[in-house]
């Protein structure tokens, strides 16, 4: 399925993280900035001042706009009319920089919307690469509750009905936050990175047996509400009877690829009297420590090898 980005879109997603504000154009923010239908790798989506092979989303700082007062009057005025021409859909002033009325009406008479960040223009081209990158990244939807456990992303899976709702809405009173219910989509945004998000009809609810829909940010305040997270550990709820025999010192983790990337997974046998919140905390401080390089399970054989050498010494 293909995605198309319009300007409305993306000045409505980061108005708050770039301090977008409309300079002039507002009545185009229908004109489609990219579709995946295209091909990317012919196409430049974001850059600074680039007359030669403009970028569809053009970023002009200090440098770009004293480069324009440098010039003399018929080559200042071919610039502007290049830079609003081609591919170009979209213009950002960085900095909140002053703008000059030649280059807002060459962006009025050719039908090309100018908007102002009030970051530098490094910081407004790293967030809308990031931004673009995740926006038309290949999705895939997973079934299960995806949450923030002490900063890591978890996607907590497992049979209908297993309890990954209720362990869910225990974390959110345990502090810890949601990011989706159901049905979170994961995209593929770098080598090794894959990011969780929640469909926008979904956002911000959890279902739960026997008390149906809840508002998590009503119910718990903004806080329990992440937007998105990497994710970096899966956490798959089995049954305890359906549980197979498990390595006594390793416990049950292994790999799961998903869209090329090789996530840890690690299974909960679920029976009675086993606190699965405490579980899950203990589960992902244990990822964190191996993912700085200390394995308890490893350290423990180490000791076990250093005391039986100690014996036969």
């Not at 409305?8 to 708050?16: A, G, K, M, V």
């Not at 950002?92 to 920089?97: F, G, V």
């Not at 456990?149 to 959110?172: C, F, N, Q, R």
Request: charged residues 25%.
């Amino acid at each position: 399925m293909s995605a198309t980005l319009d300007i409305r879109t993306l000045y409505d997603d980061l108005e708050e993280k770039l301090g977008l504000k409309w300079i002039c154009g507002s009545e185009h923010e229908d004109k489609v900035v990219h579709t995946s239908r295209e091909h990317t790798a012919d196409i430049s989506l974001v850059g600074q001042l680039n007359l030669i092979n403009p970028h569809r989303v053009q970023i002009l700082g200090r440098k770009e706009l004293d480069y324009f007062s440098k010039l003399r009057k018929n080559s200042r005025k071919d610039a502007i009319a290049e830079l609003f021409s081609g591919e170009s859909t979209l213009v950002i002033i960085a900095n909140r920089l002053p703008v000059p009325d030649d280059l807002q009406a060459t962006a009025a008479l050719r039908q090309i919307p100018l908007l102002s960040s009030r970051l530098s223009s490094q910081e407004t081209i790293e967030n809308l690469q990031y931004y673009l990158t995740s926006y038309f990244a290949e999705k895939i939807t997973l079934h299960g509750v995806f949450m923030e456990v002490m900063g890591t992303g978890v996607l907590i899976t497992g049979e209908s009905s297993i309890g990954k709702s209720e362990l869910a809405l225990e974390l959110l009173t345990r502090g810890h936050r949601l990011v989706a219910d159901d049905a979170p989509e994961f995209a593929r945004v770098a080598p090794d990175t894959l990011i969780g998000t929640c469909p926008e009809m979904l956002r911000e609810f959890l279902e739960v047996r026997g008390l149906g829909i809840l508002n998590v940010r009503a119910m718990f305040g903004a806080s329990a509400i992440k937007q998105s997270r990497n994710l970096r550990l899966i956490i798959r709820l089995q049954d305890m009877d359906e549980a197979v025999k498990m390595d006594r010192l390793h416990g049950s983790r292994q790999m799961r690829n998903i869209q090329d990337v090789d996530i840890p997974e690690v299974t909960l046998p679920v029976g009675p009297g086993r606190n699965l919140s405490v579980l899950v905390e203990a589960a992902v401080r244990n990822h964190i420590l191996i993912s700085k390089g200390y394995d308890a399970s490893e350290a423990f054989i180490e000791r076990q090898k250093k005391r039986l050498e100690k014996a036969h010494g």
